[in-house]
């Protein structure tokens, strides 16, 4: 993330994202397939790091990424094999939706997880300042579906819809949206124009 200074002089805080090139590489069609999709390579890989199936699909080719986009029966589809999009298809103040992998957090407890506020440090607790309390009692004689426990936190994919297009740099697939996006540094993100 850094911070953008508007025309306007308002500061704006963004994420850089890098926005292709990305090649269609094939093209599904209801009437072969029985479905409308196009798939997309992104990114370049050593052939030895490449499978000899991956290799058959791709003709060839060393993309790192495959995404396969379904379409709606509303969306017409225009894209032939081998087109390429880059970030040019953007334009500040386009509205995007932006999905991908939370930062992995591994299993944590219920106070890191939940919030849970913990137990007192005083009146006799020794060891028990974090943890999670009752989680049943009363005349049941089993766990409640849903209760909040410890367990393994992040890596859920995240889609966060409504960001803005801040800033455009078509000659480096630079773009600038407005706010935080969720993963790690690196990680790979969908972007869909709405």
Not at 57 to 62: D, P, S
């Amino acid at each position: 993330m850094m911070e953008y200074f508007s025309e306007e002089g308002n500061v704006i805080p963004v994420t850089i994202l890098k926005a292709g090139p990305i090649t269609v590489t094939r093209v599904f069609s209801k009437d072969v397939d029985g479905y409308d999709s196009v798939q997309v390579g992104y990114g370049t890989d050593k052939k030895s790091n490449i499978n000899k199936p991956r290799a058959g699909v791709l003709k060839g080719a060393t993309y790192k990424t495959l995404k396969e986009f379904r379409l709606k029966p509303t969306d017409t589809n225009e894209a032939k094999v081998g087109d390429v999009l880059d970030v040019s298809t953007f334009v500040p103040g386009d509205k995007l939706q932006v999905t991908s992998i939370s930062k992995g957090k591994g299993f944590q407890g219920v106070v890191k997880r939940h919030g849970f506020a913990g137990g007192p440090r005083t009146h006799g607790q020794k060891h028990s300042e974090r943890e999670p309390g009752s989680i049943g009692g009363g005349l049941r004689t089993h766990v409640p579906k849903g209760m909040r426990m410890a367990g393994r936190m992040g890596s859920d994919r995240i889609t966060q819809k409504n960001l803005k297009v801040v800033f455009v740099d078509t000659e480096n697939n630079l773009m600038l949206v407005k706010g935080a996006i969720t993963g790690r540094r690196g990680s790979l993100v969908e972007i869909v124009s709405r």
